[in-house]
């Protein structure tokens, strides 16, 4: 959670959701306080919007290795 | 046969001639022998009197040139093409003209399946004692890029990209077209195969061949690949088509798949799980925060009963009176004396008072 905010264009699929899992324990474990709860729903949120634009908007690429040249 | 030299003072000096002629004469003592390897370039013309052809040594490239009699050569009827296994009878021999030392054969067998398949066995027992086999490197969840090795037959390459996108369509895929079958399969393989490797990104590797004859699918089992896949710095699923005979890329990889769709299954997760799992993420993560507020109203709700239940007021209310004399409570008669100005206290109102008695 120190990085909240920044760097959101180099966090992957996969740290985006595994960070998003634990906001989401967090909060449901109650043990949060209330200031602390907006800022990881906040967060949660914006996690959860980065996922889907990752899933959804990212065009698969297919590129092509220079041919090897044979020995 | 001698050898003349020329004497200049205490040193004595051979022509290039006398010198070959007499490492010539040396070679040709040696005994006939057996020699396997793989004919590469392949020369025969009808009005040369030999045919030439190099025996390359598919495990570490060693070279040797070799020549026949075009006579014999084309009495042994075995029309050879370059790439071939074979084994070669004959002796070493030294061209002296060019003092290039070469293989003079006497006959040429072609390598045959049995021998294919002995060789293979033998192979496998080796790398296998040296522990190739034994990589099982977890694959990524989320590769940033798959890099797919794969021969430029179509049908391979567009199943597994189709096997891929359908399942993952954001996925990133690096494709490296290259030989995959015949003598050159197995160099141009482990080049791509590098060149995949260093390319930036590349997480895990499909290297993907549709299914084949045996002979079609040998260059998955030579050597060079074998431990250029095992020496892979990423993981590599070997996904190389085949009913009987398992292509030692399938034990030296990280994993196998048997189809196009079960190479995708291992290098890219699934959108659709993906996104049903984030959808319900989300929907936790919406009622998270009800919850909690819930919980601490709830818990503020506990306190404030407590805190009342405390408080004196509910305790007057109950017809209980508090006694103050000079603002402080008076707890025992002998707090006050007689006269002394009190205030009483009740669960509504109160009034002021004269002490008329102690006890």
Redesign the interface.
Known sequence: MSDTGSESSEVTFEEAQKELERIVQQLESGQADLDDAIKLWERGEELHRLCLEKLDSAQGTIEALKPAEPA | MKVEAEQYGDRRVYTVSAFNRGVAGWLARLPTVWVEGEVTELRRQDRWQSVFFTLKDPSD?SCLPTSMPRGQFDALRLELANGERVHVFGRPELFEARGELRLRALSIERFGLGDHLAALERLKQKLAAEGLFERRRPLP??P?KV?LLTGNDAAAKRDV?TAI?TR????????????VQGP?AA??L???LR??CA?DGVDVIVLARGGGSFEDLLPFSDERLVRAIASCAVPVVSAVGHEQDTPLTDLAADARASTPSLAARLVVPD?DE??E??NQ??S??QR??L???E??RARLDGSYGRLRALSPRATLERGYAIVRHGGRIVRTGADVEKSSRVDVELGEGGFGATVEKTR
């Open positions: 490239g969840r989320f940033r890099g990209l996108t993952f369509p954001p996925a990133r895929v690096v494709v490296a077209e290259t030989y050159r160099p141009a482990v080049t791509a060149d995949l390319g959108a993906l996104r799992r984030l993420t989300r936790r993560l998270a925060p919850h909690l507020v919980r601490k």
